[in-house]
């Protein structure tokens, strides 16, 4: 069964850490992953999109970095602040599942001022 | 707002009821998706459409729900016969169709409870 993991399930810090935020999945064979973030009660907002072919994407204090072969991605989130509290997911698209994404089952993030 | 949107934003219906969400997605995007979210898990995949074809079921998705895209433009998603389990968040996103594209951008979601 093709599975995504996220670990951990909740993450406290305090304001200007550097955090890391891991995302393990059972099948390297993957089209894309891509990582989310969803405030309680919202919809997700899309913060990164990693293809296959790619390593790594950036986007503002946001890293996120793609290992197909171990079946990790990691996102980095630089100089935390508390607007970053949110719940953040990773999800993947497997290449034979179409084009649908299997999400994890979040990392809920807490950044204290 | 060119983002996409979901209607209504919160339904609460008595057990046995239908009720019927719709999701309109970015104007340019061809594929439509929608997804079902517990409290605490992250989404589970239910439907997929490609223009006005239904491409993709997930086993979760009983008879008692259906969903149309009649003209590759909006969705709606009909659940008949509710039950207290189909309490959840039910979201919908869309994507263009080119490759390398396929980049889901999701709504607000509608959150249904069943009483």
């Known amino acids: 069964k093709q599975e995504v993991t996220q670990i951990p399930a909740a993450l406290s810090v305090p304001e200007g850490e550097n955090l890391v935020l891991n995302c393990s999945f059972t099948?390297?064979?993957?089209?894309?992953l891509q990582w989310f973030r969803q405030d309680p009660g919202k919809g997700l907002t899309s913060l990164l999109l990693i293809q296959s072919s790619q390593r790594e994407q950036t986007s503002g204090r946001l890293n996120a970095s793609l290992d197909k072969s171990s079946g990790r991605s990691t996102l980095y989130i630089a100089a935390s602040q508390p607007g970053d509290s949110a719940t953040y997911l990773c999800?993947?698209?497997?290449?034979?599942?179409?084009?649908?994404?299997?999400f994890g089952g979040g990392t809920r993030l807490m950044v204290k001022p | 707002d060119t983002g996409v949107s979901q209607n209504p934003r919160h339904k609460i219906t008595k057990r046995g009821q239908n009720v019927t969400f719709r999701c309109d997605p970015i104007?340019?995007?061809?594929?439509l998706y929608w997804y079902r979210q517990t409290l605490g898990q992250g989404p589970e995949f239910l439907t997929y459409?490609?223009?006005?074809?239904?491409?993709?079921k997930s086993r979760l998705l009983s008879d008692r729900f259906s969903a149309e895209r009649p003209k590759g433009s909006f969705s709606t998603l009909e659940i008949q016969r509710t039950e207290q389990g189909d309490s959840a968040m039910y979201l919908c996103?869309?994507?263009?169709?080119?490759?390398?594209?396929?980049?889901?951008?999701f709504g607000p979601g509608t959150r249904l409870t069943v009483l």
């Open positions: 099948d390297s064979a993957i089209y894309n």
């Open positions: 996103a869309s994507s263009r169709l080119a490759p390398g594209s396929n980049e889901q951008f």
């Open positions: 999800a993947v698209v497997f290449n034979n599942a179409g084009n649908m994404l299997t």
């Open positions: 104007s340019e995007h061809n594929r």
């Open positions: 459409f490609q223009n006005e074809a239904q491409l993709e």
